[in-house]
């Protein structure tokens, strides 16, 4: 079983100060093995944080971050599952699925995982999943209204990946989950 | 190493006087053993003759002491077993009188009183009041001290006190009192008689020889407070008076502050608190080098913990009008102390605040006094240098910040913005942090354009330079942060009411559009984003509402973020500009205000063209300038023509060429927007798709011109998914052909030997025609349409 935090999106300072309380409050270290991050920080202090939480730390950059450095499409093998990582500006149409589809089959990976739209999304195809974890702290978005602050769990294990998604709907944590699993020639899916 | 003559003297004395004790206490040993009391007394008053000694410092002379006084508890013990016996105590107390020299025989006095009283033969206070008097005899104060010291040790648990053996009538405790007191009384000279013994020079020496003894005179204050019978009354009415009266008649600025000290510590807060005026007003009286006002402050302290540790105890301090009598006393104090340093002053200050806010959190006017009281004792100075005083000032500020946990309460204190302008500039913004982190901590929302204002004036060491001169300094690191968290504060300002918060946006842009070009780049961007919150908001609201010329309205928001924007070139800052510009577009988009979008992608093109050179940069900068330009519905066509053209010519115009394709791709999709049927032109699709082809095309014969081999097939395969893309989405343009054609050059061009091998390229291809795959088994219409490819 092996734990991997998506998020991203925080836009830390501009368009948030700090991460929502009851996320701080549940993310504390030592419980996650890897932390994939879809970019905009934007700040050190973000990520001197994040790395604090768990020291595998994979992000993309973000057209906002204030470190040039991070790649632009990041790949990583966690148990069985190839997983791909980009911000997701640079795809357009921004947020259309079937593009991210593309950047799925180009980076040859089970799992996507992009933002830029701050909306959470969990769409499987029968090549994968494409994963948008929103944004962490329920910044401002142009693409999408009344963003609620989210960021994804997932549980990896054999063959199977559970998603857990944490969303702050008014003042409150609700959690959904959905369950892939990956076989040698096809995927199926169940969702709860 | 040299050890310093008179040193080494002093142990040799101090061993040999061990050794003379010792053996005499051998002796006396034999002595009791055989019940020789004529002997006993003799070897014991001769043990106790070497504590006649002058040659020894009291810490060494303490070492001495000490073994007399275990020596002394076994004599005692011999004397009670000896009034067993059938001798009196009455002979034993003559008997002992008979030692010749006077020091033995007061010890032995002493040590006899004490079975005296135990016996209760006579009353306790005839014995203590003979035995206090009689240790007058010893005048020389180390060895003074030392005696009446231990007359206090054996004496301290056969008090006449209420309630225990030795009660004696209705005065009963009044002689316990009388008899410490006496002692006290007499230690205290004693003590002071030090400081006026020997040469002028050596007055640093007696100093520290006085201080290694003045917890002997402090004992009897503290036997004091454990007398039972002391209650409120006779502490307030006698036991202070009485202490007060030799402390200052002393006149000794040593004794006074150690005994003040003491006083303080000893007794109970509860005391303190009811006799706190008769306390204050010795403090005038006390010699004028007397460091009253750490005094002061530890009294204070020990009140405000007092107030602290429960509810129950706070109505007796608004009773007795401790605040009153405190601020007046340390008024009268720093008057009178005209040299006291800055510092000082501010402690005093800052420890009657800290008593206030314990124990009148709601009187904020207490506060205010307090601080115009302290920044009156400022004024006149311009800027302090001492970096205690200023340390202390910011310890002062930061009270009523962690006290009430709320800026807008602090910010109703009109003293305190006044304290800022005599700090310097790193304190200044000290300060400033300090606050922000305040705010930031008890997320603490500030809501009208006034305290906005209130608040950025307290801040302003970190909106902009107040010294110019500062870059010395400069740390990059440390500003940054300290940048960041004024951002993060600009995220706090925010109010509901529409009128308001662009009230609010005004303060923050007139503040931070003079903070200078370093600050821009972080002040800039939370106060766009707060302003296109408030645009969607306003959205919501009917167009009807906004008919006043002042009232809060999209357009001339987007004037106001189009200003802000502009100052950023001063910086410059283009590439934050360009992706604020585009923003700024997509919400003019939301609002349906036509020119405002256009003017923004104008001003984002001008950028591109004329400010931003770097490849790497034009490259994102003109993804994000498609994928927005993908999103406007609200163009007409002429001003959608102009900007997709421009596009996709800033696309075939970047540096490299698998830029230049992917860009151009890119631009595919600014023909085809789902949401509206007429901006679906599957021909000027396929044209950008073909012209994606041929740059691709390019970069291959370019590759094998210069390197030998063809490039990798990547591109080719990222422009077949797009022909798919598009085929699915049902353009008719793009027919199976031209899919056909494209996986067989693919496949072609994969096996060539030319081409170099990619396997990043390879596992594409092959996800790609898994895809076409599993749309073929799919079924239905789609498996139809995707069924002639091979």
């Known amino acids: 079983m092996v734990l991997v935090l998506a998020i991203g999106d925080l836009h830390i300072p501009h368009r948030a100060p700090d991460l929502p309380a009851k996320f701080k409050s549940m993310l504390v270290p030592g419980k996650i093995q890897h932390i994939i991050c879809t970019g905009n920080l934007c700040i050190k202090e973000v990520h001197d944080y994040l790395k604090s939480l768990c020291p595998s730390l994979h992000i993309t950059r973000g057209e906002y971050d204030e470190d040039a450095r991070y790649p632009e499409t990041k790949t990583l093998t966690i148990g069985q599952f190839k997983l791909g990582l980009c911000h997701g500006h640079q795809v357009v149409p921004w947020g259309d699925l079937d593009s991210l589809a593309m950047l799925q089959r180009q980076l040859d990976v089970d799992i996507l995982v992009s933002g830029h739209t701050h909306q959470f999304k969990a769409y499987k195809h029968e090549a994968g999943v494409v994963i948008n974890p929103g944004s962490a702290t329920g910044a401002y978005s142009s693409i999408t209204y009344d963003v609620n602050p989210s960021f994804v769990l997932m549980d990896i294990d054999g063959l199977r990946v559970v998603v857990y998604v944490y969303e702050l709907i008014d003042g409150e944590v609700k959690v959904d989950k959905i369950d892939f699993k990956k076989t040698a020639t096809a995927t199926t899916h169940s969702a709860h | ?790």
């Open chain 2, 1 to 790: 190493m040299m050890i310093p003559d008179g040193i080494e003297d002093e142990d040799k004395w101090l061993t040999a006087g061990i050794a003379g004790l010792q053996q005499n206490a051998f002796y006396m040993h034999r002595a009791l053993d055989t019940n020789n009391l004529k002997d006993a007394l003799k070897y014991s008053a001769q043990m106790l003759s070497e504590l006649r000694t002058s040659r020894l410092s009291p810490h060494k002379y303490y070492e001495l002491y000490m073994r007399a006084f275990d020596e002394l508890r076994k004599l005692e013990m011999f004397f009670r077993e000896e009034t067993k016996r059938g001798c009196s105590t009455i002979e034993l107390y003559e008997l002992v009188q008979h030692a010749g020299n006077i020091l033995p025989r007061l010890y032995l006095l002493c040590t006899v009183g004490s079975v005296y009283i135990k016996s209760k033969e006579a009353p306790a206070k005839d014995v203590l009041k003979d035995l206090v008097e009689m240790c007058r005899g010893i005048q020389h104060p180390v060895r003074g001290l030392f005696l009446r010291s231990y007359l206090s040790q054996v004496t301290k648990d056969k008090l006449p006190d209420i309630g225990s053996e030795y009660e004696g009538d209705a005065d009963t405790v009044m002689d316990a009192l009388e008899f410490v007191l006496q002692n006290f009384t007499e230690m205290n000279k004693l003590w002071v008689r030090m400081q006026h013994q020997g040469p002028a020079r050596e007055k640093d020496k007696r100093e520290k020889e006085r201080n290694e003894l003045r917890d002997l005179v402090g004992k009897n204050l503290h036997v004091l407070s454990q007398i039972e019978g002391v209650d409120l009354e006779m502490y307030r009415d006698t036991v202070l008076p009485r202490v007060l009266e030799q402390v200052v008649n002393c006149k000794d600025e040593l004794a006074q502050y150690y005994l003040m000290d003491c006083i303080i510590q000893v007794f109970p807060d509860e005391y303190h608190l009811q006799t706190l005026e008769i306390l204050l007003s010795a403090c005038p009286q006390l010699q004028p080098a007397v460091d009253i006002k750490t005094m002061l402050s530890r009294l204070m302290e020990r009140l405000s913990n007092y107030a602290a540790s429960s509810a129950e105890v706070l109505p007796e301090f608004f009773h007795v009008e401790a605040f009153a009598k405190l601020s007046n006393a340390i008024g009268q104090v720093i008057e009178a102390q005209v040299d006291m340093p800055i510092v000082g002053a501010v402690t005093l200050y800052s420890s009657l605040l800290t008593f206030s806010l314990h124990v009148h959190p709601d009187r904020l006017d207490y506060v205010d006094q307090i601080l115009g009281a302290c920044v009156g004792k400022l004024s006149g100075k311009g800027k302090l240098e001492d970096s205690k005083a200023t340390k202390q000032i910011v310890t002062l500020l930061s009270a009523p910040l962690e006290k009430y946990n709320d800026i807008e309460t602090v910010l109703k204190l009109s003293n305190y913005p006044r304290f800022m302008e005599y700090l310097d500039d790193g304190t200044n913004k000290v300060m400033a942090n300090v606050i922000i982190q305040s705010i930031l901590k008890n997320k603490t929302c500030i809501s009208t354009a006034d305290k906005v204002e209130a608040l950025f004036e307290l801040i302003k060491g970190l909106i902009k330079d107040l010294d110019e001169n500062l870059d010395d300094e400069f740390d990059e690191e440390d500003f940054n942060e300290e940048q960041s968290s004024v951002a993060r504060l600009i995220q706090m300002l925010y109010n509901d009411d529409p009128e308001e918060m662009l009230k609010i946006i005004c303060t923050v842009k007139k503040h931070i559009l003079s903070g200078g070009t370093k600050r821009l780049p972080f002040t800039v961007p939370p106060l766009i984003f707060n302003s296109l919150k408030l645009v969607r908001n306003l959205q919501g609201q009917d167009e009807s509402v906004s008919g006043d010329e002042s009232s809060a309205n999209p357009k001339k928001l987007f004037q106001l973020l189009n200003q802000t924007i502009e100052a950023l070139s001063t910086v410059p800052a283009s590439e934050l500009a360009l992706r604020l510009y585009l923003q700024c577009a997509e919400a003019a988009n939301d609002s349906d205000l036509e020119p405002v979008a256009y003017e923004f992608f104008t001003q984002a093109y001008i950028l591109y063209e004329e400010e931003i050179s770097d490849s790497k940069a034009q490259v994102t900068a003109i993804h994000l300038i498609i994928g927005t330009l993908q999103r406007m519905h609200i163009f007409g066509v002429e001003n959608r023509d102009t900007l997709t053209h421009k596009a996709t010519g800033y696309s075939a115009k970047l540096l490299k060429k698998p830029d230049q394709c992917r860009a151009v791709y890119a631009c595919s999709h600014l023909f085809w927007v789902e949401d509206h049927e007429n901006n679906k032109d599957g021909e000027r699709v396929l044209f950008c798709l073909k012209r994606a082809l041929r740059i691709a095309n390019a970069a291959q014969q370019m590759a094998n011109a210069t390197r030998g081999s063809s490039g990798s097939v990547m591109l080719f395969i990222e422009i077949l998914n797009k022909y798919l893309y598009f085929f699915e989405k049902g353009n008719s343009h793009i027919t199976l052909d031209s899919i056909q054609g494209l996986i067989e050059l693919i496949t072609t061009e994969m096996q060539s030997e030319t081409v170099t091998p990619d396997p990043a390229a390879d596992a594409f291809f092959a996800s790609t025609l898994r895809y076409i795959q599993f749309q073929k088994d799919k079924g239905g219409a789609v498996a139809e349409k995707y069924e002639p490819i091979k």
